[in-house]
């Protein structure tokens, strides 16, 4: 693959035998007040994703070698946990689960590309705290986690979150 075609666009397509899998390694999706669905119906921009492919990207042109781009259809698709940075508001706990919004930059990346501008946060009795012994209202956190549309909104279960 040449450096002049890295940035090209994939094109994946989902089959009705595709397999959804969810990497929920060191992230507590239990006694959540929504249910966590990763499937066809529930993939959404914004989530990091992993694609598995039998068979070989096609694209026209190219010698001897794959260009960037083209068009795979995937095997199976996992979703992984991934990183958001911003404000905490609305900070609330009960027992040992607790959920906060987190307010994003309008200039990130995920903002973006969803048209996010906040995410509601659940911080669950496993959810590591780095950097931070409690979290604030008006405190700005990185949150490191698994994205879940739910209703219309999007939702982060953390797994990690450090203070900045």
């Known amino acids: 693959m040449t450096a002049t075609n ?19 390694s060191d992230v507590d999706l239990t006694n959540l007040t929504f249910t966590p669905r990763f499937d066809r119906a529930t993939l959404t921009r914004g989530q ?34 991934q990183g958001l940075r911003g404000t905490v508001s609305a900070y609330a706990q009960s027992a040992s689960q607790s959920s906060f919004t987190l307010a994003l ?4 990346a995920f903002a973006k590309l969803t048209g996010a501008t906040t995410v509601t946060v659940y911080q669950q009795a496993g959810t590591k705290l780095r950097g931070v012994s409690n979290i604030t209202n ?8 698994l994205v879940f549309p739910d209703a219309g909104l999007l939702k982060v279960v953390a797994g990690r979150i450090v203070g900045v």
Do not use: C, N, Y
């Not at 930059?105 to 990130?108: E, H, I, Q, R």
């Open 6 to 24: 890295l940035a090209g666009t994939t094109t994946v397509s989902v089959a009705d035998t595709t397999k959804f899998s969810i990497d929920s």
């Open 48 to 81: 990091r994703i992993e694609t598995f492919s039998a068979g070989q990207m096609t694209q026209g042109g190219g010698m001897q070698g794959m260009m960037g781009g083209g068009t795979l259809t995937a095997t199976s698709i996992s979703l992984g946990q």
């Open 105 to 108: 930059p309008a200039d990130s």
């Open 138 to 145: 008006g405190g700005v956190v990185q949150v490191r986690g």
